[in-house]
């Protein structure tokens, strides 16, 4: 065997090596992350699932919720949702949309923000309809996941 | 003179003509590049300097105000705000703090929020006090002027 044909083996076998190690997520791009992190973020609301909810959220993020106090980490975040959540037993959300726009990544860390309609049904029937802006910060964690460090939300007119 | 006399001084001539021809803003670092941004942002709100806050927008800047439809675009922004300060006349913000946090620049963009607190004093002396959360995109020109891309704001309470 020459000392060529030996290389050219080698370069082969480092070859799949890396095509072994390097994870499926690094094929995909930003864009269809936030684009799937966006379809996610409104299928758990739309189910009111608050554990997927909350998991969504970076340890040290901060939600910026009107007539609030900033919350600051997420077991302020966790306390505050699960307090909103005691005051509305049985009410059941029936409509989640959230048209996202400005969608920029930079780095790990990304912006978005959406024009947000949601509608919820109390227990006697009541529709409680409502329309607001959202602003989100996500940060990419080392494991690819993206995660929300920063949310802020303010009332909008019905269009 | 030698060759190598005659290298030393067309390196001290290159040296002399990059500080001559590197603006002084490449010395700055992001970090003080946005606190003197905030520091500007600041003292233009306390002086009502409405020219000089618009100049500090991107053109195709974000605004998203409590209550509001969002304002896309510079003359959106100028419209709006135009149109809140002619219902003040002789109004006089005597207050502006805003407590920036969790400063974050990746590249050319940069995102910060603020805890606010703003007293204006109405003509007849009657003092109004407000608290709130801002939260700001900024963007950093090609020229290295770093501009407001998006502006978020909504009530807090009082510490």
């Not at 969608?103 to 049904?121: K, M, P, T, Y």
Request: net charge negative; glycine share 6%.
């Amino acid at each position: 065997m020459t000392v060529s044909r030996k290389l050219a083996l080698i370069g082969i076998g480092t070859l799949i090596a890396l095509q072994l190690i390097t994870p499926t997520s690094a094929a995909t791009n930003p864009a269809d992350e936030i684009a799937a992190f966006n379809k996610n973020y409104i299928a758990l609301h739309l189910r009111m699932d608050t554990a997927g909810i909350l998991n969504l959220w970076a340890d040290d993020g901060v939600d910026l919720m009107p007539g609030e106090a900033p919350l600051v980490g997420k077991a302020a975040i966790t306390a505050w949702l699960t307090a909103v959540l005691a005051q509305m037993p049985g009410y059941k959300v029936t409509k989640q949309e959230c048209d996202f726009r400005d969608i920029r990544v930079s780095g790990d860390w990304a912006s978005e923000w959406a024009n947000e309609h949601q509608v919820v049904v109390a227990p006697d029937g009541k529709i409680i309809e409502s329309y607001g802006k959202m602003a989100l910060i996500l940060h990419r964690n080392p494991n690819g996941e993206w995660k929300v460090q920063q949310e802020m939300w303010n009332a909008a007119p019905k269009p």
